[in-house]
């Protein structure tokens, strides 16, 4: 089954919707929500009524509220495959909507109502009643601790089951969590038993008004402003046991691997983004150059002729940087698309974008010199947006690690 490099057809309408929000909603707010970090962005109500209308006719799936790290067409629906047939599903629409939107602006994305990784992870493990139950609300994922980032695996985070109620009891601390104070679900990600290491570690799904979710605070940050990142103390937090998404077996083999299929979900969504962000940079300096006087001719390759100005030469160069981490990226959502294996491929999306983004975004700010230094244009801001995406979801070094595992074929223990 050959995979065809073109965007498919049939997203050239959401693509060109999501670029008209991108540019008439996103961009004109983007400096706004930067300014006021923490403050709500309220145009975004309107906005996501209005692609929840869309996406109840098909039009603006993917790039609208609930479809954004969904495994399936509607975060309530698993993704049926016609055995053999070569399908551009939902995870191919979720990227190249996101494209479009984080063309527009990235922390607004990541503020957008029912939007949210958490969705992932619930499509990632939840069965049929939980997708029904907790499909289409605006769920944020909270993996994080104080002593547990790359290594997820070391969560300290319990969750004790209570016989007589039938619920179980989560204590422990989150950080870091994207949309925590706005989200309506929290998907906390806790161990049943702390001696049976990665396949005691479950999901649960935690309502945000829970009276055990105590919001500890807000980060202030570099980029992404517009977007919430709170701080979490799990006190005594009850969630009925029906709220732990997928089995509460401990396998020994392959009970982490339930959780971590949602990286396999999310991680081609953030390289998305960064596509999407270095997009705009791109795009800008191209402007600036040519009113510079630059141009930029792709006959003459390498900058290796004396004509061709060093600025273009390497403007090209970042071109083909960020058309391989596209490329890689549209892979990792084909391969999901069509149910194939794709942790690798994700992972290698991830590195390669969110390298590219961080890249792109600061020689775009160099070439363009004080404009794209100074807060007048959205450069400085891009580039301070994008160094995030090389990080959340998996660190460059954690993705890197994990592609020389798997490529070696060995295993966490061994290749740390
Ligand atoms: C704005 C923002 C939003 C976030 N949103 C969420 C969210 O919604 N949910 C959530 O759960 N988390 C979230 N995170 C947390 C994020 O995923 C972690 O910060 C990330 O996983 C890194 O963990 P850490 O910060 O503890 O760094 P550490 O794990 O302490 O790593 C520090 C450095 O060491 C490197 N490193 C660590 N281990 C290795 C190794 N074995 N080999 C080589 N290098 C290594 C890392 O790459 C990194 O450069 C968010 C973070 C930020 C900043």
């Not at 050959?2 to 309408?13: A, G, H, R, S, Y």
């Not at 990235?106 to 499509?123: E, K």
């Not at 089951?161 to 950080?175: C, F």
């Not at 089995?247 to 953030?270: H, W, Y």
């Amino acid at each position: 089954m050959p995979i065809n490099l073109e965007t498919p057809k049939k997203f050239n309408q959401l693509i060109s919707q999501a670029h008209q929000v991108a540019a008439e909603i996103l961009r004109p707010n983007s400096r706004k929500y930067d300014t006021l970090e923490h403050e709500y962005p309220k145009e975004l109500d309107m906005l996501a009524a209005a692609i929840d209308g869309l996406n109840e006719g098909g039009a603006l799936a993917g790039a609208g509220a609930g479809a954004v790290g969904t495994n399936g067409s509607s975060p309530a629906t698993k993704q049926k495959t016609d055995e053999g047939a070569n399908r551009n599903g939902s995870n191919m629409a979720s990227l190249v909507g996101l494209i479009e939107m984080c063309w527009g602006d990235v922390g607004l994305l990541l503020a957008m109502p029912r939007q949210g990784l958490g969705q992932a992870a619930i499509a990632a493990v939840a069965n049929e009643e939980q997708l029904q139950r907790f499909g289409g609300k605006w769920a944020a994922m909270a993996i994080t601790e104080p002593e547990a980032g790359s290594d997820s695996a070391a969560i300290r985070t319990t969750a004790t089951l209570d016989e007589a109620t039938g619920d179980y009891i989560l204590n422990g601390e989150k950080i870091f969590v994207t949309s925590g104070d706005r989200a309506e679900l929290i998907v906390v990600w806790a161990t049943l038993d702390r001696s049976q290491g990665r396949a005691a570690i479950k999901s649960f799904v935690v309502e945000r008004d829970n009276p055990g979710l105590k919001l500890d605070r807000l980060e202030h940050k570099l980029g992404i402003r517009a977007s919430d990142t709170a701080n979490f103390v799990l006190q005594d937090c009850r969630v009925p046991k029906e709220n732990l998404l997928g089995s509460p077996e401990i396998a020994p083999k392959g009970g982490f691997s339930g959780v971590m299929q949602t990286f396999d979900n999310t991680r081609p969504l953030v390289a998305g983004m960064a596509i999407g962000v270095a997009r705009a940079c791109l795009e800008d300096t191209r402007d600036h150059l040519q009113s510079a006087g630059i141009e930029i001719d792709y006959n003459v390759l390498g900058g290796r002729d004396p004509s061709q100005s060093a600025a273009a030469a390497e403007f090209i160069a970042m071109e083909a940087d960020w058309e391989a981490a596209r490329l890689l990226t549209l892979q990792a959502a084909w391969m999901a698309d069509n149910k194939k294996p794709n942790s690798l491929q994700a992972s290698m999306a991830k590195a390669k974008a969110g390298r590219m983004g961080t890249e792109i975004a600061l020689r775009c700010v160099a070439l363009c010199g004080a404009t794209g230094f100074g807060e007048g244009e959205l450069m400085e801001k891009w580039a301070r947006d994008a160094k995030i995406l090389d990080l959340f979801e998996g660190t460059q070094q954690i993705q890197l690690l994990i592609i020389a595992r798997q490529l070696l074929g060995k295993t966490s223990a061994e290749l740390k």
